[in-house]
């Protein structure tokens, strides 16, 4: 995030910065939007430098969300409408349901230490590690209290019973809320949690005046059931010129060329 008028400056600081780095072999940057100054910007800067860099987009799922919740609930299929009732309802029954929001600094770390084991846990089910390495949970670390201090971090869980069973990280900014991660107890999927979850978090941020809910990378069936269109994003990778980054860039230029001929 920069300032209007300032993200040459701000992507120039940055690049200088990692040119003068020795810790790094590729810098790779996800979910670009293809739309803004980004991109041209980029490429402008790497050109600068002769950095070696390839691009290439990837579909994305926004929803374009109206101004009430009934409105919203009312163009989603009459299927998943039922299914949310009947899900809502059968947790409701059986549970005491609180759903809890990341509120300050002295919360963080065990709200992300349930979120890694939530989102680990399912994927380990289907014999997948997850996105959640070592150097992935430090990031997360590491951003979360300025995140927090500027408002913008929107992290919640699901509870029953007071055990968290659904948990999702993202951020609120600029009238969008961004669906970043999540992860939910598979003890609990034939409640549907993970969906309750999000149903709710829908809801919350048309009460806050969203009018976009991005839900990231990939166009997945569950994502056109909640009324979300496909768009595009744009992934960069870059590396400094004739260093190991540079060239396993090129070899998967190369790869990917000899592939298609």
Avoid at 175 to 197: E, K, T, W
Wanted: proline share 3%; glycine share 8%.
């Amino acid at each position: 995030l920069a300032f209007p008028g300032c993200k040459q400056q701000v992507w120039r600081a940055v690049l200088d910065f990692l040119e003068g780095s020795s810790d790094w072999d590729i810098l790779e940057l996800n979910n670009l939007d293809p739309g803004s100054e980004t991109p041209g910007i980029l490429s402008e800067e790497l050109a600068r430098r002769t950095w070696t860099s390839a691009s290439f987009q990837a579909p994305s799922s926004r929803i374009s969300l109206p101004g009430a919740w009934d409105t919203f609930v009312a163009q989603l299929s009459p299927k998943l409408r039922r299914t949310l009732y009947r899900e809502q309802r059968k947790l409701g029954r059986e549970f005491k349901i609180e759903f809890r929001q990341c509120a300050t600094k002295a919360e963080i770390g065990g709200y992300l230490e349930r979120l890694f084991e939530l989102h680990s846990r399912r994927w380990a089910l289907k014999g997948i590690t997850g996105t959640f390495n070592m150097q992935r949970r430090e990031f997360y670390r590491s951003i979360c209290e300025s995140v927090l201090e500027q408002g913008w971090l929107d992290f919640w869980e699901l509870s029953v019973s007071g055990r968290t069973v659904a948990s999702e990280f993202g951020f609120f900014y600029n009238h969008c809320r961004y669906a970043l991660q999540s992860g939910f107890d598979f003890d609990f999927a034939p409640y549907g949690v993970g969906r309750i979850l999000e149903a709710f978090l829908i809801k919350s941020a048309i009460e806050r005046g969203a009018v976009t809910y991005d839900l990231m990378s990939g166009f997945q069936p569950y994502k056109m059931r909640w009324g979300a269109a496909m768009g595009w994003t744009m992934h960069v990778r870059c590396a400094r010129k004739w260093n190991l980054g540079s060239f396993a860039i090129r070899a998967s230029q190369w790869i990917t060329k000899t592939a298609y001929r």
